[in-house]
């Protein structure tokens, strides 16, 4: 079974300033997504960012971005330019390309705060 | 539009009492799904449904049961309710050509079983 490890409950970064947050990964499968989920105190799950495991190329989503190592199953996100709306719960997700199902397997999440 | 949406937004029960929590959607997408999220975690997989009529076991099935009886909805009953399904419970969908696509989250639903 595939599981997804997320190894900081919590970090902080100034207003303005970039973040890295971690996820590792353990899968047997060669295709596969990889996603950042961002949950704010309001509950909703909104999709941050998406990787295609047979992409090379890193995803972008404006100040979100990816480091995808496949080798190492390493997933981190970065937030450049930092802003106080940024604070929230990330959560990393995995999904496989294939089966019946496309269920996400998620990590336990890193809590974001933002300093002004 | 509406999306995804569910009732109630928050609900107590008290223990060895029955509830359902309904999911309904408006996209027409096939996959929907049943997470829970406990505090500190994840979400964890309950039951999902990949068309009308056809459901799944998750992770977490035990204590809950699922139908399908149309596209648009995707009810989840308690039965029995225990404090270890003290949770915020989320459906999800995700369109049958989804290979490449993700899923689409509901606000949530806050249960306190006491």
């Known amino acids: 079974a595939q599981t997804v490890t997320q190894s900081q409950p919590e970090m902080s970064v100034q207003e303005a300033e970039t973040v890295t947050l971690s996820c590792t990964y353990d899968t047997s499968e060669s295709d596969y997504y990889l996603f950042w989920y961002k949950q704010p105190p309001s509950r909703q799950m909104i999709l941050v960012i998406r990787q295609e495991a047979y992409k090379q190329q890193n995803a972008t989503e404006n100040r979100f971005s990816v480091n995808f190592q496949k080798a190492a199953k390493s997933f981190s996100l970065k937030i450049s330019d930092s802003q106080l709306g940024d604070a929230a719960m990330y959560f990393c997700a995995y999904r496989n390309s294939g089966g019946s199902n496309y269920k996400l397997t998620f990590g336990k999440g890193t809590l974001l705060t933002v300093n002004p | 539009n509406a999306g995804v949406t569910q009732t109630p937004k928050f609900r107590i029960l008290k223990i060895g009492q029955s509830m359902t929590l309904q999911c309904a959607q408006d996209?027409?997408?096939?996959?929907m799904y049943w997470y829970r999220q406990d505090p500190g975690m994840g979400l964890k997989l309950i039951y999902y449904s990949v068309g009308a009529g056809i459901t799944d076991k998750g992770e977490v099935p035990n204590g809950y049961n699922v139908s399908r009886s149309t596209t648009e909805d995707f009810p989840l009953r308690l039965e029995l309710a225990a404090p270890s399904q003290t949770s915020v419970y989320f459906c999800?969908?995700?369109?049958?050509?989804?290979?490449?696509?993700?899923?689409?989250f509901g606000p949530g639903t806050r249960l306190t079983v006491l």
């Open positions: 999800a969908t995700q369109p049958f050509k989804g290979r490449t696509d993700t899923q689409y």
């Open positions: 996209m027409n997408h096939n996959y």
